[in-house]
């Protein structure tokens, strides 16, 4: 009998829509969200100082990269005094590219795993749509799409814990323009509250998450459960030196930080920008990416990242550090072990856990 390809994608999307259902039932661990919203500013506090699983579930398919999530990631980041951590996530490669825009169902469930891997040791968790290429390029081809992702993972996620965070979306930049971006993200966020009125979420500017960019991002003014996102890589000849993803990048290499008292002020200038934004506008801030690229020398690299952490928590700024155990990694997979100056760097040693858990690692 010959089926044809309409019918095969119809079938699809209804078993994947009942498997996805199936994954929120009251079997979940998780405990269900309070009904009053929380506190933007003490969730911002919970996510304090926080760690990205970079290159893993934003890959095309995870492993392209190089990095396959893996339980004990989760312990050792708890054990070395972390809060938080932010997942990455392209759902883009794994959702149907027509109406209903259906999520992979074991895909989903991947996503699942990492969230109780973090839950369960007590980790807060931002998930995001992060690497959605084509809305970059074409907004308007992709809004629906968009859209009914988050509708589909707010649904699912509608009565867990009020420790997941949503991220919008990562990095807005392109065609996705600032007026665009204002428009989707508003449209999003109203998606988001039919299912999950009291979920917190972060949203950043158009360009790139550029603070820069903070003056043009238009919240809605009547929803104060929302923490605004930032990334922070500058000086970017010293962060993305030798990153063979940006042009140019291999005659940056041999560039220091020594942290003059300039090189200090430009960061502390920057940094207290955010703030006053956030003060102004009463949102709570976040940095979701800071990170120098391992093509720097390591004393710059733990220098930089030393002195960027303790100025964002100087200013009430939670962040997320760029990223776990990739090209920027804190961890080394060759050894097995941390990279200690950036580690320490990250978190001081009088700041780390005294019983670490689920790990023989400890600071050195």
Same mark, same amino acid.
């Given at each position: 009998m010959r089926?044809? $390809?309409?019918? #095969? %994608?119809l079938?699809?999307?209804?078993?994947? +829509?009942?498997?996805?259902? @199936?994954c929120?039932?009251?079997?979940n661990?998780?405990?269900p969200?309070?009904?009053?919203?929380?506190?933007?500013?003490a969730?911002?506090?919970?996510?304090g100082?926080g760690?990205?699983?970079?290159?893993?579930?934003?890959a095309?398919n995870?492993?392209?990269?190089?990095v396959?999530?893996?339980?004990?990631?989760?312990?050792?980041?708890?054990s070395?005094g972390?809060?938080?951590?932010?997942?990455?996530?392209?759902?883009?490669?794994?959702?149907?590219?027509?109406?209903?825009y259906?999520?992979?169902?074991?895909?989903?469930?991947?996503v699942?795993?990492?969230?109780?891997?973090?839950?369960?040791?007590? $980790?807060?968790v #931002? %998930?995001?749509i992060h690497h959605?290429?084509? +809305?970059?390029q074409?907004? @308007?081809?992709?809004?629906?799409?968009?859209?009914?992702?988050?509708?589909?993972?707010a649904?699912?996620?509608?009565?867990q814990?009020?420790?997941?965070?949503?991220?919008?979306l990562?990095?807005?930049?392109?065609?996705?323009?600032?007026?665009?971006?204002?428009?989707?993200?508003?449209?999003?966020i109203a998606v988001?509250?039919?299912?999950?009125?009291?979920?917190t979420?972060?949203?950043?500017?158009?360009?790139?998450?550029?603070?820069s960019?903070?003056?043009?991002l238009?919240?809605?003014?009547?929803?104060k459960n929302?923490?605004?996102a930032?990334?922070?890589?500058?000086?970017?000849?010293?962060?993305h030196q030798?990153?063979?993803?940006v042009?140019?990048?291999?005659?940056?290499?041999g560039?220091?930080w020594?942290?003059?008292?300039?090189?200090?002020?430009?960061?502390q200038?920057?940094?207290t920008l955010?703030?006053?934004?956030?003060?102004?506008?009463?949102?709570?801030?976040?940095?979701?990416?800071?990170?120098?690229?391992?093509?720097a020398?390591?004393?710059?690299?733990a220098r930089w990242?030393?002195?960027?952490a303790r100025t964002?928590?100087?200013?009430d700024?939670?962040?997320?550090?760029?990223?776990?155990?990739a090209?920027?990694?804190?961890y080394n997979?060759t050894?097995?072990?941390?990279?200690?100056?950036?580690?320490?760097a990250l978190?001081?040693?009088?700041?780390?856990?005294t019983?670490?858990?689920?790990?023989?690692h400890t600071?050195?």
């Amino acid at each position: 009998m010959r089926i044809s $390809l309409n019918f #095969v %994608i119809l079938i699809f999307a209804a078993l994947s +829509i009942t498997l996805i259902s @199936a994954c929120s039932d009251d079997s979940n661990p998780v405990a269900p969200e309070n009904e009053t919203p929380p506190d933007p500013f003490a969730q911002n506090a919970r996510l304090g100082r926080g760690m990205n699983l970079g290159n893993a579930l934003e890959a095309p398919n995870e492993g392209d990269w190089g990095v396959t999530l893996k339980s004990e990631y989760f312990g050792w980041i708890k054990s070395a005094g972390f809060n938080s951590v932010r997942i990455p996530i392209r759902w883009s490669t794994h959702a149907l590219a027509n109406a209903p825009y259906t999520i992979h169902p074991n895909f989903l469930l991947r996503v699942d795993w990492a969230i109780t891997q973090a839950l369960s040791r007590n $980790l807060a968790v #931002v %998930i995001n749509i992060h690497h959605y290429e084509e +809305i970059m390029q074409d907004p @308007a081809a992709h809004k629906a799409r968009f859209l009914a992702l988050w509708e589909q993972l707010a649904n699912h996620y509608r009565d867990q814990s009020s420790d997941i965070f949503f991220e919008i979306l990562n990095e807005p930049n392109a065609n996705l323009t600032t007026t665009i971006w204002n428009q989707y993200l508003q449209e999003a966020i109203a998606v988001i509250r039919q299912t999950n009125p009291t979920r917190t979420i972060i949203v950043g500017p158009a360009f790139w998450y550029n603070s820069s960019a903070l003056n043009s991002l238009v919240l809605p003014a009547d929803d104060k459960n929302i923490i605004v996102a930032v990334h922070f890589y500058s000086p970017f000849n010293f962060t993305h030196q030798g990153a063979d993803w940006v042009p140019g990048s291999g005659a940056w290499l041999g560039t220091t930080w020594s942290g003059t008292p300039a090189e200090q002020q430009a960061i502390q200038n920057e940094i207290t920008l955010i703030a006053n934004w956030g003060i102004t506008n009463n949102r709570p801030m976040n940095i979701g990416e800071f990170g120098a690229y391992s093509a720097a020398d390591i004393d710059s690299r733990a220098r930089w990242t030393a002195f960027v952490a303790r100025t964002a928590e100087a200013n009430d700024i939670s962040w997320h550090y760029w990223e776990f155990i990739a090209g920027f990694g804190v961890y080394n997979a060759t050894t097995n072990d941390w990279n200690y100056p950036l580690l320490n760097a990250l978190i001081p040693k009088s700041l780390a856990l005294t019983a670490p858990q689920e790990s023989a690692h400890t600071h050195q």
